[in-house]
């Protein structure tokens, strides 16, 4: 059920320069090392072998990439496994320092932008920004999957709150740390604002039909990226977590997408109700962010109290970085560029397309195509 979100291969224990055995770390010196450095990223939790498995980074690769992904990173570096029990002693020492300076989130409902705004906030020596760190992931899947581990008798959320302890790292002491995680952990938003503590965060969204014309323009990759979404997301909702198969397979790529974004959005607005009458949670249309980017990254800046200097955000938007796609390397995005793009696959769906619409609105009679989310964030 959870294809490619939970990888079960299981990690190489070797790197030049650490004493590690074929079974893990043995030398605690080496263990230290990879807990404190941020020249190792606590990359994924590997279920079959109950390690946590680092991948060797610099600052400037953690910087770069879309997401963070051992094939975007080096597909060929390899990756250093530590059990379970040797970390644990980390959950005891530092767990409140998650509080005193807590990571703001970015979460989102998928196809939002809301990695081009992470790259936004990430300003040198102000904050710096993890996309989508899989260890988070791996804690979400541990929730689906009601686990509890073998070998330590440790839950789910205190592998969210190891995750965490070991992402916060990458921060300098002087920097905010920004976590924008993947849409698929929206299932364990309240454990992670309860570990961290009151905090800001920020939920980033979209309306049906751009998020189906965003998905239909990444063609098939797209569409197999929406199912395994599905896949996982599905699992949150009692009703859908007992589809059958067979009966998820014969569903219509268009109405996967258009289930997945209701969902989402279903998902988002519950964690707005419980968190922004406390001022710790406000929303943000995806479309307000690309129309008016200087006026939406001020807002965001002040709200998560990044302490961006306004002259430098100023810059970045008057820049041509602005114009760069946030996802594809040397790509440029250009919002003209998307509304043609679209145009053409508005033309090629035809009818079918405002036929999912209304198959959805039927069959969903709540449900608002262009929904405004509580907490809207001032801009």
């Not at 197999?224 to 219509?252: E, G, K, N, P, Y």
Request: with cysteine.
């Amino acid at each position: 059920m959870f294809g490619d979100f939970i990888d079960k291969s299981v990690g190489v224990n070797q790197y030049s320069g650490l004493n590690l055995s074929p079974e893990g770390a043995t030398d605690m010196a080496a263990v230290k090392d990879l807990i404190s450095s941020p020249a190792y990223l606590a990359y994924k939790f590997n279920f079959n072998t109950e390690n946590v498995e680092f991948l060797p980074v610099d600052r400037t690769e953690l910087r770069k990439v879309s997401a963070l992904k051992h094939g975007y990173i080096d597909p060929g570096r390899q990756l250093i496994a530590v059990h379970l029990s040797e970390l644990l002693p980390l959950l005891d020492s530092a767990s409140q320092s998650l509080v005193d300076n807590p990571p703001r989130f970015i979460f989102h409902t998928a196809f939002c932008a809301s990695t081009f705004l992470s790259r936004c906030l990430d300003v040198d020596g102000v904050s710096t920004s993890l996309r989508e760190p899989q260890i988070l992931l791996d804690a979400a899947n541990a929730k689906r999957l009601h686990w509890q581990s073998k070998t330590t008798g440790i839950f789910y959320r205190d592998l969210l709150q190891l995750g965490l302890l070991l992402l916060q790292k990458h921060a300098a002491p002087s920097e905010k740390l920004v976590i924008k995680p993947i849409n698929s952990i929206n299932n364990i938003i309240p454990e992670l604002l309860q570990i961290t503590g009151p905090t800001k965060s920020l939920m980033l969204y979209t309306d049906a039909r751009n998020f189906i014309l965003s998905t239909l323009k990444k063609a098939e990759g797209g569409k197999q990226t929406v199912r395994s979404m599905f896949d996982l997301i599905r699992c949150d909702f009692q009703h859908l977590s007992d589809l059958q198969l067979t009966h998820a397979i014969h569903m219509t790529d268009l109405r996967v997408i258009m289930t997945l974004w209701r969902l989402q959005i279903e998902q988002a607005e519950m964690a707005l109700q419980q968190f922004s009458p406390k001022n710790e949670m406000a929303s943000l249309y995806g479309e307000k962010l690309i129309q008016t980017p200087l006026e939406s990254l001020h807002a965001v800046n002040q709200y998560l109290d990044l302490e961006i200097p306004a002259a430098q955000i100023d810059s970045l938007v008057k820049s041509d970085g602005l114009s760069a796609d946030a996802k594809n390397e040397g790509e440029q995005f250009s919002v003209q560029k998307r509304k043609e793009a679209y145009q053409v696959l508005e033309r090629f769906y035809g009818e079918d397309l405002d036929n999912g619409l209304r198959w959805l609105l039927r069959n969903n009679p709540g449900t608002k195509l262009q929904p405004e989310l509580s907490g809207p964030l001032p801009v």
